[in-house]
């Protein structure tokens, strides 16, 4: 696996509440550790939020209308991101974003 080097500034009492975590758990060998885990988690965390794949997926068909893929690669990224959108949540995010829109367009006493 390649790695890539990335270099994170903390404040200095995140740093010293990281370092007591792990030397008072030693659940993680070193703090490089610590950071990729949480990372993954936050990651986890932000692909599972229905707000995060609707704008994906507004952004994915914004894209497709200007790119050159096929419409099978399209649909097959299309279908992996519908999966992690609850369709209650979907219909509530888009009845939100069309009343923000009128209220933007037409104002509030619209």
């Given at each position: 696996?390649?790695?890539?080097?990335?270099?994170?500034?903390?404040?200095?009492?995140?740093?010293?509440?990281?370092?007591?975590?792990?030397?008072?758990?030693?659940?993680?060998?070193?703090?490089?550790?610590f950071i990729k885990e949480a990372c993954r988690a936050h990651l986890r965390e932000?692909?599972?939020?229905?707000?995060?794949?609707?704008?994906?997926?507004?952004?994915?068909?914004?894209?497709?209308?200007?790119?050159?893929?096929?419409?099978?690669?399209?649909?097959?990224?299309?279908?992996?991101?519908?999966?992690?959108?609850?369709?209650?949540?979907?219909?509530?995010?888009?009845?939100?974003?069309?009343?923000?829109?009128?209220?933007?367009?037409?104002?509030?006493?619209?």
């Amino acid at each position: 696996m390649k790695y890539a080097s990335v270099s994170v500034k903390f404040p200095v009492e995140l740093d010293t509440e990281i370092e007591r975590f792990l030397d008072e758990t030693g659940i993680y060998t070193n703090k490089s550790e610590f950071i990729k885990e949480a990372c993954r988690a936050h990651l986890r965390e932000l692909n599972d939020n229905t707000a995060i794949a609707t704008l994906r997926l507004e952004q994915l068909l914004a894209e497709a209308e200007q790119s050159h893929e096929s419409a099978s690669e399209i649909a097959a990224e299309l279908t992996a991101l519908g999966e992690k959108v609850d369709a209650d949540d979907l219909e509530r995010a888009v009845e939100e974003a069309r009343e923000e829109t009128s209220e933007q367009v037409y104002g509030s006493d619209a």
